[in-house]
């Protein structure tokens, strides 16, 4: 039985509660209102599932993370934020196998690794991953042909099994996505023949064998002609397509170490961030619109994306005229906005963009004395001072190199500069030896 409360009513709002169709205030006669206590209840049990999965998480993180993972199938934001988070923890996510992946996410015993779930790939319905799981449990497949020949292709069409051979799930079968491709194409049909042979009562000779002969009864099957393998950057689009995200690699990984001192907020984070903050971000531009407003001027609305998830961005007219021919789909960028919400959605309201290969850094070698030293701080920033500016945009970073493990730290944006190389001969002139480098 439901604890009842009274309290006086001041403009109430309908209570509701679960199973109850429609709202239930009780009015009584003396003036005050009844209703429902459940919030003590939902608080508690929330409490108790919150403590329940920072349990499993600090306990079971690769069972934790796979089961996370397995719940937002379909959800690709959010699957892709998932994998950055098992990276930051130090877990694996690795592409989907034929002959090992499950229906869903599944970790794999005695390592820090999970394996991608052969349903998350898209155009390869349920239906379709059960009946090969199904037909697996009689052994792997050994081979394109080996599958094709075994599998139902009334379940598994011919689109779902090319989805799979771009997911790279039929890696360890042939690394050359292509050449399989192009085998599948006279794959088809040789299987369909054979399955309709099988039906009808005929077989040929090695099938007649029994199993122990099933490899040799594959010699008949046709093979294209040698074809060279995708290059890593049509492998990488093709994995996002199919994936909706990139899973292999990722164009913007070998920056992302680097990049992080210059940029510590990821798009993943930017929900977070105080509204009207100004960020730094190293993105991908994964889709533009172009707009042309009233008074005739070109904006844009992009999507941007990093390794940690996407983001809605916009290029007001003035923005989009400097850094418009900088907004390329799948180049890394790095860009500089403030978070805003408009209608409870947080978008980035872009204020500059430079193309990652053209960022410089500027950085300066310190002892942990000097780190610590006030008057070697007040030297820093006269010697940094003629440099800097409003337009300024390259980054000042400190290394310093402590005993145990040498620190970076990021100068604040007013210290930005506008001549790296410059700025760096000054730097060392004044006992503060310093290089001006890329960030690629």
């Not at 600090?58 to 699957?79: C, H, R, T, W």
């Not at 040698?226 to 913007?252: C, M, N, R, T, W």
């Not at 409870?344 to 850094?361: F, G, K, N, R, S």
């Not at 620190?407 to 000054?426: E, L, Y």
């Amino acid at each position: 039985m439901p604890k009842i409360i009274a309290r006086r009513w001041i403009g109430s709002k309908a209570v509701y509660d679960i199973g109850v169709a429609r709202d239930h205030n009780f009015l009584l006669a003396n003036g005050l209102v009844a209703a429902n206590c459940f919030n003590k209840s939902h608080s508690t049990a929330y409490a108790y599932i919150t403590y329940q999965t920072a349990y499993l998480k600090a306990n079971f993180p690769v069972e934790y993370m796979a089961a996370l993972l397995s719940s937002q199938i379909g959800n690709q934001d959010k699957i892709q934020r998932y994998i950055a988070t098992c990276q930051s923890m130090g877990i694996e996510v690795e592409p989907p196998d034929i002959n090992r992946s499950d229906m869903h996410f599944t970790p794999l015993k005695d390592s820090r690794k999970i394996l991608f779930g052969l349903s998350a790939v898209r155009h390869v319905g349920q239906g379709a991953v059960e009946h090969i799981l199904q037909v697996r449990q009689a052994g792997p497949f050994h081979s394109l042909a080996d599958l094709c020949d075994r599998v139902d292709t009334g379940i598994v069409n011919r689109r779902a099994m090319e989805a799979l051979i771009q997911a790279g799930a039929l890696d360890r079968l042939h690394p050359n996505r292509r050449q399989m491709i192009a085998d599948l194409e006279l794959l088809w049909d040789w299987a369909n023949s054979r399955a309709k042979d099988r039906q009808v009562g005929q077989a040929d000779l090695f099938s007649l064998l029994g199993d122990g002969q099933t490899s040799a009864s594959l010699t008949t099957a046709p093979k294209a002609p040698p074809v060279d393998d995708y290059s890593s950057q049509e492998k990488l689009q093709l994995e996002k397509e199919l994936l909706g995200f990139y899973i292999s690699d990722h164009p913007l990984k070998p920056l992302s170490q680097r990049a992080q001192v210059l940029a510590p907020i990821c798009l993943g984070q930017l929900e977070h961030v105080p509204e009207n903050r100004l960020v730094m971000a190293l993105v991908l531009v994964t889709q533009i619109k172009s707009i042309t407003t009233k008074k005739g001027e070109r904006m844009a609305v992009v999507t941007l994306e990093d390794l940690s998830g996407s983001c809605e961005a916009v290029a007001f007219p003035s923005v989009f005229a400097q850094i418009g021919t900088h907004l390329v789909p799948e180049q890394p960028l790095m860009v500089w906005g403030r978070v805003d919400y408009r209608d409870e959605q947080m978008q980035l309201v872009l204020e500059d963009a430079q193309p990652a290969h053209t960022v410089q850094i500027v950085e300066i070698t310190l002892t942990p004395d000097q780190a610590k030293d006030i008057q070697v701080h007040a030297q820093l920033r006269e010697t940094l001072k003629p440099w800097c500016g409003d337009a300024a945009k390259i980054p000042v970073i400190a290394t310093i190199n402590h005993p145990l493990q040498p620190i970076q730290v990021r100068f604040g944006p007013q210290f930005r500069v506008q001549d790296g190389a410059a700025t760096a001969h000054a730097l060392t002139q004044a006992g503060f030896p310093a290089r001006c480098q890329s960030l690629v």
